[in-house]
């Protein structure tokens, strides 16, 4: 563990981190750094404090907002997979129904 310093809206930030993820942890900065730029932009007035506050809130909503179109693929697919398994169980009842009519 060594302290790494990452900036964010001008201001300095060290942090611990483990040595192999010094250079992660400054990509994840710049795109924080971004973002919290984005939403200056609409909110100018804004204290750093409160755009941390929104950018996290964007952050989870995206996340949030992704997680659920991912799990309405899943059920599509379960959907898909679901009608394949009736229509074959009534293809063999049919089958099963002619026999017995036989």
């Not at 942890?25 to 750094?33: G, R, T």
């Not at 059920?75 to 049919?94: H, Q, T």
Request: charged content about 25%.
């Amino acid at each position: 563990m060594s302290i790494v310093t990452i900036t964010l809206s001008n201001r300095d930030f060290e942090l611990y981190c483990p040595e192999e993820s010094h250079a992660e942890l400054h990509s994840l900065a710049i795109k924080l750094d971004v973002e919290i730029n984005k939403v200056r932009q609409a909110n100018p007035s804004a204290s750093f404090e409160l755009l941390l506050v929104m950018v996290a809130l964007n952050l989870l909503d995206n996340k949030q907002k992704q997680a659920s179109v991912e799990a309405e693929g899943i059920a599509k697919e379960v959907n898909e997979d679901f009608k394949i398994l009736l229509s074959s169980i009534f293809n063999e009842l049919k089958v099963v129904a002619e026999k017995l009519e036989r």
